[in-house]
């Protein structure tokens, strides 16, 4: 079983901004997956970016990058380049055998 | 269109009352799973089907249930529904597990009036 934490409820930042969101997860499992997902206003849930754990390096998909910290348990989102389209919830969740565990989310706003 | 399928979108219907949603995942995928996302929720795990069988299960009421079908699309059964069990229910299908990729179907939003 897996557990995810995601400690920012809220963030806010200004277009064009860099802005990271935090998470750690713990699990017992060798082979598993990391993701954060997209969740804007329409509620449809879109994969923004994955990690395989056994990759040391970081995963990259245009603006959005992960720093992976397996020792820590950590998985941040960078979105660079801020875009109002950016504004949702963002989950990040964890893949293993018992499926997807997600943390509660961070609401992230993009200010004008 | 994600390639996983959920009908109906929207439901209405009375506390006490049973439904029926509906899953087709993914073209190739066998496993699939139901969540729960209650108002401002998070999403909550009910539970996974790999290629027909019951393969986890999270925090599914016991007025819950589920099957997975040989053609690979799933049904979630909701009975006695309560004022509470008003939420979005996504279904999510991978092709293995753990997934390497979990496609997510729009949702079916109920409302138990």
């Known amino acids: 079983a897996q557990t995810v934490t995601q400690s920012q409820p809220e963030m806010s930042v200004q277009e064009a901004e860099t802005v990271t969101l935090s998470c750690t997860y713990d699990?017992?499992?060798?082979?598993?997956?990391l993701f954060w997902y997209k969740q804007p206003p329409s509620r449809q849930m879109i994969l923004v970016i994955r990690?395989?754990?056994?990759?040391?390096q970081n995963a990259t998909e245009n603006r959005f990058s992960v720093n992976f910290q397996k020792a820590a348990k950590s998985f941040s989102l960078k979105i660079s380049d801020s875009q109002l389209g950016d504004t949702a919830m963002y989950f990040c969740a964890g893949g293993g055998a018992d499926g997807l565990t997600f943390g509660k989310g961070t609401h992230l706003i993009i200010q004008p | 269109d994600s390639g996983v399928t959920q009908t109906p979108k929207h439901l209405i219907t009375a506390t006490g009352q049973r439904v029926t949603l509906r899953c087709s995942p993914r073209?190739?995928?066998?496993?699939v799973y139901w969540y729960q996302q209650s108002l401002d929720q998070g999403l909550q795990f009910l539970i996974q089907?790999?290629?027909?069988?019951?393969?986890a299960k999270g925090n599914i009421l016991e007025r819950f249930s589920a099957q997975q079908f040989p053609d690979l699309h799933s049904e979630l059964n909701l009975s006695s529904l309560e004022l509470g069990d008003s939420a979005l229910y996504f279904c999510?299908?991978?092709?293995?597990?753990?997934?390497?990729?979990?496609?997510f179907g729009s949702g079916t939003r109920l409302t138990v009036v």
């Open positions: 990690q395989e754990a056994y990759k040391q």
């Open positions: 999510a299908s991978s092709l293995t597990v753990p997934g390497d990729g979990y496609t």
């Open positions: 699990t017992s499992e060798n082979n598993y997956y």
């Open positions: 073209s190739g995928d066998l496993s």
């Open positions: 089907y790999y290629n027909g069988e019951e393969r």
